[in-house]
């Protein structure tokens, strides 16, 4: 009886060491199962919070442009440093270089390429004027057009 009871103890401490095990493994599964849950969640809240500062970003160049295009539709035929048109189109052609910086930042060089030429057109249209018979907005409106396209491509 007594060996039968060693035999018992040994049995049960076998039971009790794969009990305590499968508890363990479980709670290392659960665990690595949460951590991977989690650094999935941050990672798909870096992407989210990325993809709106481009979107911002996009939409701070577009609200900026068409503040410049409207200071190029309103150009006056003579200004200087001290009109009104000057000092509100200077801030807003500021900005808009501000932004189309950023933008080579935040988005590959191709969105950034078609913002710098949609940016170079306007700046020669605000300040340089055009030709009597061309029209600011058919001047503008190609490279305006390619960098929407373009930003519209990546941000999906």
Do not use: C
């Amino acid at each position: 009886m007594v060996a039968m009871s060693g035999q018992v103890w040994v049995s049960l401490i076998s039971l009790g060491g794969v009990a305590l095990g499968g508890v363990l493994s479980f709670l290392v599964q659960f665990a690595t199962q949460r951590s991977a849950e989690r650094t999935e969640q941050r990672r798909q809240q870096t992407e989210l919070s990325e993809a709106r500062r481009a979107e911002r970003l996009a939409l701070r160049f577009v609200e900026v442009g068409a503040e410049a295009e409207r200071a190029a539709f309103s150009r006056p035929r003579e200004w200087d440093d001290t009109s009104a048109w000057f000092l509100t189109t200077q801030d807003a052609m500021n900005r808009l270089w501000v932004a189309e910086r950023l933008i080579r930042i935040q988005f590959p060089l191709p969105v950034h390429d078609a913002a710098r030429k949609y940016f170079l057109d306007l700046n020669r249209t605000v300040w340089e004027g055009l030709p009597d018979g061309e029209s600011v907005r058919d001047y503008l409106e190609d490279n305006r057009l390619a960098f929407l396209d373009a930003a519209r491509a990546v941000m999906g």
